[in-house]
């Protein structure tokens, strides 16, 4: 039997739920939940959120696939360098603010134990709008694209209470090894062999669907001589 991995001072430094606000962004009335408060109390872990956190948008974001948004303290203290003033934990939108894991190179399918619950790596994070309303910065979301540290999505295996403090336990990665990196090197066209996205069962079915698409437009691109960028806003 494989041993669970428990990376250095890998942990839960906090944690943040959120409810649905409206906002006035760039001319319209919009609802987001991306701006969210810290927890220091223990928080029960449900199939498809944390208590105290409901999405705004149910059909891009939430559910069983997308139950819980992990974004990595060393990401943050990367675009504290980058922008020049603070980014504070949950800056984001994440619900945990991890140290000591490379989100950015998790494997699709690894599950974390964290407190009595259990959760698995299902996708990164593609930015979208919410991002720029968050900054205050419409262009931030291409930026954050960009940057390729997208942080992960999270579903529920085991229901249970995680509290901020909570060690991170990896348990082996998958054989696959397809990362959340691998994922948006084929979203973003870098990689254009979208092989492992049918090859990685733990994968958010909703990329299947995304890439059987994709695959079309790559042989009609081809055809043409050029490939079509991806959207921002993601699958």
Not at 92 to 108: H, K, P, Q, S
Request: proline share 9%; net charge negative.
């Amino acid at each position: 039997m494989s041993t669970p991995q428990i990376p250095d001072g890998s942990h839960v430094r906090s944690v943040h739920v959120g409810r649905p606000r409206t906002y006035t962004w760039l001319g319209r009335e919009l609802v987001s939940s991306i701006f969210k408060e810290p927890v220091t109390v223990p928080v029960a872990v449900r199939a498809d959120h944390l208590a105290g956190d409901e999405q705004s948008d149910r059909k891009s974001h939430g559910g069983a696939d997308k139950a819980v948004y992990a974004y990595a303290r060393e990401d943050e203290d990367w675009w504290e360098r980058e922008l020049g003033r603070p980014v504070p934990d949950g800056m984001f939108g994440e619900n945990l603010t991890t140290v000591g894991i490379d989100l950015t190179n998790a494997v699709i399918g690894q599950t974390w134990q964290v407190g009595s619950a259990v959760l698995q790596v299902t996708e990164p994070r593609t930015p979208c709008w919410k991002l720029g309303l968050r900054t205050q910065d419409p262009g931030f979301p291409r930026r954050a694209a960009k940057s390729r540290r997208p942080g992960v999505l999270l579903r529920v295996l085991t229901q249970g209470e995680l509290q901020v403090g909570d060690q991170v336990v990896l348990d082996p990665p998958p054989a696959h090894g397809v990362t959340a990196a691998a994922i948006n090197r084929i979203y973003y066209g870098e990689d254009r062999d979208p092989a492992p996205i049918f090859d990685t069962p733990e994968l958010a079915a909703h990329w299947r669907i995304w890439a059987s698409h994709r695959t079309v437009w790559h042989e009609e691109d081809e055809r043409r001589g050029r490939l079509s960028p991806a959207s921002s806003e993601g699958p």
